[in-house]
């Protein structure tokens, strides 16, 4: 370890002040510049209904729906809601219905949810030669395997796939003589001049996305829930976090509502106890305490980073849980670097060289670590769902952010800083070993 | 010295120490089943109207009273509009319920409501898809895999079989701990465990490493295996127990958070640091040691019989 001209230290002090600095305010810090209104990364994290409170919906079944049928229409109200982005809903059989409640969007889009949710009860999706039912030529749930959305130039598309019952009766009946009424729970949607079927699959044409969109999940949802509901039934409104004692309200124009205590709770505590580890490292190790701190400070701001950048993310209380074996996991690699060091320098090496072993020892323990985490947590991510597959992600985040600032970070920033003292020890926090710095 | 014991106890103990806490939870779950949470085993649902109610807070306490009063165990609270209507919404851990009317007259008295007010004991269905639970096995198989040829690239058969033993006996007593003392498993206590494994992972491989590393080194050629072992685990332990004890900390400031998941979070965490610290300090070293002793004596007798030939 050569130290550093100091010149060359001076820069990057200077340089990762204002790396640190301008991390933390995007981080943190929500601002208006004009009409710009940036939220920042926090901010901008989305989070389930857990912490904030959202949306609710219940439906009720129609009489003899069967158990199978109701589990495959929850995994399908699930996977819905995945591509949706709302990727930790409560989604559960109560009583005789179906509930369902996920968070708002970070922009309190009540009247997107609201939407989603009440496509949910859209009913069976029928194609008809006539408004009678008997006119009937496609079942959505018999018929349909597979519906997807697409664009050809400036058009959007639904492609509707049949299976070879459905293609059948698809291929007889469509020619231009024919109009085509679209069925949705027995309610009239729209209808349209047939024309003969090219192709295997069905395509429709939509003048924008949004309406191709919004057709498409609605033909899934008539197609792939295999159970009516009551419509009559069906409640959808706002609902409170539950975990909140304190906010309880569910008026999404009150100043208290998604606000929740224990969430604020938790966080007061976490911070609280990050602030103690991190003051008891400047006490124990001094330099090493203070170069922690700041590359600390920076992988958390790279992991919110991530958090927010990354598309199946959405905090809920489990979520805290996985943050706080992220900041352990991150402090622990930090306290063996620490320690190492120390052990090295009690065994008689100089300051120099118990840096550099210390490093050296302290790599292993982390790498394995690393290693070990990224398998399984690689795992659950591919093959898990909804606040698993949630959690995993969160834990890859952590892992990488303490591998990077243990690794990396840290001895990074003691490195700066021995370019301003590399022939005290006491100011590392090191006593007794080598006091002779031979360099 | 005495301190020194502690890393080195024997064997024996520690392993009937640990079967019988197995054995009791298996008795344990064979007789109770686990205690699950909403996530995992289901529960009911409870309604009550508040539209007409001034003040939502006492009607949620006094409704909460009479629950825990009747044995139902909250899991959690919120409330939900309905159009005209607020509703408060309980939602507990116990399912078919049986004194239904005898709670709903009781809610009705004390929280002031008409008992068309009460709304209740809708069952909810767990929300865990049943390949969850597969899954986490599944993780857990891999982790003590990779642990293993990890551990046997670098630290030798006897550094893999302490790597792995810790591992699987961290998770087992972790399970055994929350059947015993009925701990509510959900997404959170399995955080918990989780936690505790990947510490206990890491200060055990910063123990081989340091073993590994100092062998050959002249200061440690005269201590014998458990000198090295012992000094090495000391030298951890307080920086593992620092860490251990800020977790177990978090956990009991979070105790204060009147919340039933989060509390039981807690409790799941306290346990885990302290397995996590008993595994890694305590019967990993032991074993450690016993494992060297024994590769050792094998070495010895092979040079032996080489010798003889």
């Known amino acids: 370890m050569k130290p550093r001209k100091r010149k060359m230290t001076l820069f990057l002090t200077i340089l990762m002040s204002v790396v640190i600095g301008l991390a933390l305010i995007l981080t943190f810090i929500p601002m208006h510049i004009g009409t710009l209104n940036y939220l920042s990364f926090a901010g901008n994290l989305q989070y389930a209904n857990d912490l904030k409170g959202g949306m609710y919906a219940q439906y009720q079944f129609k009489n003899g729906t069967s158990a199978e049928d ?3 229409t929850v995994s399908e109200i699930r996977s819905v809601l995945s591509e949706k982005g709302y990727y930790s809903p409560f989604v559960a059989q109560v009583g005789n219905g179906v509930r369902i409640e996920i968070g708002n969007t970070t922009t309190h889009d009540y009247k997107g949810t609201d939407k989603l949710l009440d496509a949910i009860d859209v009913g069976l999706f029928e194609l008809r030669t006539g408004t009678e039912e008997s006119k009937k030529f496609i079942d ?3 018929h349909i395997t597979d519906v997807k959305l697409g664009s050809s130039g400036s058009q959007t598309y639904v492609q509707i796939s049949f299976n070879e019952e459905g293609l059948v009766k698809y291929k007889e009946t469509m020619n231009s003589s024919v109009t085509v009424y679209v069925y949705m729970g027995g309610n009239l949607q729209t209808s349209f001049a047939g024309s003969s079927a090219v192709y295997d699959d069905m395509y429709l044409t939509f003048a924008n996305y949004a309406e191709a969109e919004d057709f498409a999940m609605k033909v899934k949802l008539g197609s792939f829930i295999p159970v009516d509901f009551n419509t009559e039934e069906t409640r959808i409104n706002t609902m409170s976090s539950p975990y909140s004692t304190a906010s309880l309200t569910a008026d999404v124009n009150s100043g208290a509502y998604g606000k929740s205590n224990v969430f604020v709770g938790m966080t007061i505590v976490m911070s609280f106890l990050v602030v103690l580890a991190m003051a008891l490292a400047i006490v124990r190790y001094r330099a090493i305490g203070v170069a922690n701190l700041l590359s600390m400070a920076l992988s958390t701001c790279v992991a919110i980073f991530l958090m927010q950048a990354l598309p199946w993310i959405e905090l ?3 979520s805290l849980f996985v943050m706080l074996l992220g900041f352990v996991i991150m402090f622990y690699g930090a306290y063996a670097y620490a320690s190492n060091v120390q052990s090295e320098f009690h065994e008689g090496k100089t300051l120099t060289a118990s840096l550099e072993s210390g490093y050296k020892k302290s790599l292993l323990p982390n790498t394995f670590v690393l290693v070990a985490g990224l398998v399984v947590a690689v795992l659950f991510a591919f093959f898990g ?11 890859l985040i952590f892992m990488l952010a303490s591998a990077f600032n243990n690794l990396c970070l840290l001895p990074w920033f003691v490195g700066i800083y021995y370019g301003y003292n590399n022939n005290k020890p006491a100011y590392y926090g090191l006593k007794g070993g080598n006091k002779n710095e031979i360099q | 010295m005495k301190f020194n014991k502690i890393f080195t ?6 392993f009937i120490g640990i079967a019988s806490m197995l054995a009791l939870a298996i008795i344990f779950v064979c007789c109770f089943g686990f205690n699950t949470s909403v996530e995992f085993g289901g529960g009911s649902q409870i309604k009550i109207d508040v539209t ?14 009479v629950l825990s009063a009747n044995k139902l165990s909250v899991e959690n609270t919120f409330v939900e509009d309905n159009g005209t209507q607020t509703y408060l919404v309980f939602r507990v851990t116990d399912k078919n319920i049986k004194n239904t009317d005898a709670i709903k007259s009781e809610l009705s008295a004390r929280c002031g409501v008409s008992a068309e007010s009460i709304i209740g004991f809708d069952a909810v269905n767990y929300t ?5 639970v597969l899954l986490f096995g599944l993780g857990f198989v891999a982790l003590i895999v990779v642990v293993f040829f990890a551990g046997w690239a670098r630290y030798k058969l006897t550094g893999a079989l302490t790597l792995t033993l810790a591992t699987f006996v961290d998770f087992m007593l972790y399970l055994s701990i929350v059947a015993v003392l009925r701990i509510r498993i959900s997404s959170a206590t399995l955080i918990s465990l989780v936690s505790s494994v990947v510490l206990t992972t890491m200060a055990i491989v910063a123990v081989l490493e340091n073993v590994r590393g100092s062998k050959k080194l002249k200061q440690y050629e005269n201590y014998s295996n458990k000198d090295m072992v012992v000094h090495f685990a000391q030298k951890e332990f307080l920086p593992f127990a620092v860490i251990c004890g800020v977790v177990a900390v978090f956990g009991v400031l979070c105790l204060f ?3 039933a998941y989060v509390q039981t979070f807690d409790f799941s965490l306290i346990f885990s640091a302290i397995i996590a610290l008993f595994v890694s300090m305590i019967l990993g070293p032991a074993f450690y040691v016993y494992a060297l002793d024994v590769g050792d004596s094998r070495k010895q007798a092979k040079l032996n019989k080489n010798k003889q030939k």
């Open chain 1, 70 to 72: 109701i589990e495959k």
């Open chain 1, 140 to 142: 959505g749930r018999e």
């Open chain 1, 316 to 318: 809920s209380i489990s």
């Open chain 1, 385 to 395: 769902s909804g606040a698993i597959r949630t959690g995993a992600i969160i834990s």
């Open chain 2, 9 to 14: 106890l024997p064997l024996k103990y520690l």
């Open chain 2, 52 to 65: 007409e109610v001034v003040d939502q807070s006492a009607t949620l306490k006094k409704a909460s009273a």
């Open chain 2, 128 to 132: 865990t898809e049943s390949s969850t």
């Open chain 2, 257 to 259: 958070i009147p919340n």
